[in-house]
């Protein structure tokens, strides 16, 4: 059985490993360092409307859509969403038709991420 010879790649990779793991130009324009020192994004609420936006997503999507019909499963449930989950940052609604209408109006959707993401700052 032959081996096969593992081959270093030679190609310079320290600017791209450079631009991912010391600017944050993509999300803040400030290096690593500078928003250590001085914060100026709440990683948390960014986290939680990110988390909304996909659960958006995720119940426009097809009903087919394995993961849709886990959270609409979660939702007719009926019991209070685990503190932390996925599902606990919804707007209030009474069912999950109700809560299908809020989704799949995107614009609506984007404004009430927008609101939780500038509430909670």
């Known amino acids: 059985m032959a081996r ?3 081959t270093r790649s030679t190609q310079d990779h320290t600017s791209d490993t450079k631009t991912t793991t010391t600017n944050l130009d993509h999300f803040t324009g ?3 360092r500078d928003e250590h020192v001085c914060p100026t994004v709440d990683i948390i609420a960014f986290a939680k409307t990110r988390r909304l936006k996909w659960v958006g997503h995720v119940l426009r999507s097809e009903e087919s859509n394995l993961v849709r019909q886990v959270l609409c499963a979660e939702v007719i449930g ?3 969403y685990q503190a932390g989950g996925v599902l ?3 707007p209030p609604h009474s069912n999950l038709e109700d809560l299908l209408e809020m989704v799949s109006e995107k614009d609506v959707w984007r404004r009430f991420t ?3 993401l500038s509430f909670q700052s």
Do not use: I, P, W
């Open 4 to 6: 096969a010879k593992k």
């Open 30 to 32: 400030r290096s690593v």
């Open 78 to 80: 009926g019991e209070q």
């Open 88 to 90: 606990s940052e919804l």
């Open 114 to 116: 927008k609101f939780k």
